[in-house]
């Protein structure tokens, strides 16, 4: 397309538009690599506890960043928790805050 004759702001728009998207779907895939890893820690019961932690702390920061909704974290976490909680009761998830 022809940059000529948009304007600044439009340009500007553009940019800021590549940045914020580029970032968030960092941020989401982070999340979702780190929930398919708690579940298949789950799954196999190696060092549940560690993936479902890092799992929650993902989740977290991706919610903090905007690139997936709060109440879509804190809904994702607790279906990590429960699994975790039903495939070894031993096991504590991270309380919410």
Do not use: F, W, Y
Request: aromatic share 0%; net charge positive.
């Amino acid at each position: 397309m022809a940059t000529k004759n948009r304007k600044r702001s439009a340009l500007k728009r553009i940019r800021q538009t590549v940045r914020r998207t580029a970032t968030k779907q960092a941020g989401r895939s982070a999340s979702r690599t780190a929930v398919r890893t708690a579940r298949q820690a789950v799954a196999t019961g190696e060092g549940s506890a560690d993936a479902v932690r890092a799992a929650q702390s993902a989740l977290d920061r991706a919610a903090k960043r905007g690139a997936i909704h709060k109440n879509a974290a804190s809904r994702r976490k607790g279906r990590i928790a429960r699994a975790a909680a039903k495939a070894a009761p031993g096991v504590k998830a991270a309380k919410r805050a």
